[in-house]
C-alpha cells in the first residue's frame, strides 16, 4: 500500500504541474501496471494551500481504471474546481496533495437510529441524493 499511495501521489502531481504549467504530460503521470490497472469506484484529488482548500474534484459512479480516473481527478482539481480560481504557477510549491480512492457503494437499509451502527467515520463515506442532487461526504 505504501509504494502504491507514493505512486499515485507522484502521477498526481505530475499531472497537475503538467496541467497547471501547460506542458505535456510526461511518463511520471502514468502509473506502473499493476497499479495503472486496479479498479476503482470513485477517486477524489485534493489540494490545500496552508490548510485551506484550493480545489477538489473527482469522478464517481462506474467501475474505473484507476490511472485514468487518478489523471482525470488531478487536472480537474487543478484547473476546474468552479468553486475557484484555477491554480497558479507560483502557488505549486505550496500546495499539499490528498487523493481519496473508492470502493464499491452499498445502500444503507437499516433505519433510524440503527444507521448510525452502519457508519465508521473515517472509513465509511457518504453518497445523499434526492432526484437528481447528490453529495458526498
Not at 506542458?23 to 511520471?28: A, D, H, L
Not at 489540494?47 to 480545489?55: N, P, T
Not at 484547473?79 to 505549486?92: F, G, K
Not at 480512492?101 to 472509513?123: E, T
Request: proline share 5%; with cysteine.
Amino acid at each position: 500500500a505504501q509504494q502504491r499511495d507514493w505512486c499515485l501521489i507522484r502521477a498526481a502531481s505530475a499531472t497537475i504541474c503538467n496541467a497547471v504549467l501547460k506542458t505535456p504530460i510526461g511518463n511520471y503521470a502514468t502509473l506502473p501496471t499493476i497499479f495503472e490497472n486496479q479498479t476503482v469506484h470513485g477517486i477524489f484529488v485534493t489540494l490545500k494551500r496552508h490548510g485551506h482548500l484550493r480545489g477538489c474534484r473527482g469522478v464517481l459512479g462506474e467501475p474505473m481504471k484507476l490511472g485514468d480516473a487518478l489523471r482525470q481527478a488531478a487536472y480537474q482539481t487543478a484547473l476546474n474546481d468552479t468553486r475557484m480560481p484555477a491554480i497558479s504557477p507560483v502557488e505549486i510549491p505550496y500546495l499539499t496533495l490528498g487523493i481519496t480512492l473508492l470502493g464499491p457503494m452499498d445502500s444503507v437499509s437499516a433505519q433510524g437510529h440503527d444507521r448510525l451502527n452502519a457508519v465508521q467515520i473515517g472509513k465509511t463515506g457518504l453518497r445523499i441524493s434526492n432526484g437528481q442532487q447528490a453529495g458526498l461526504l
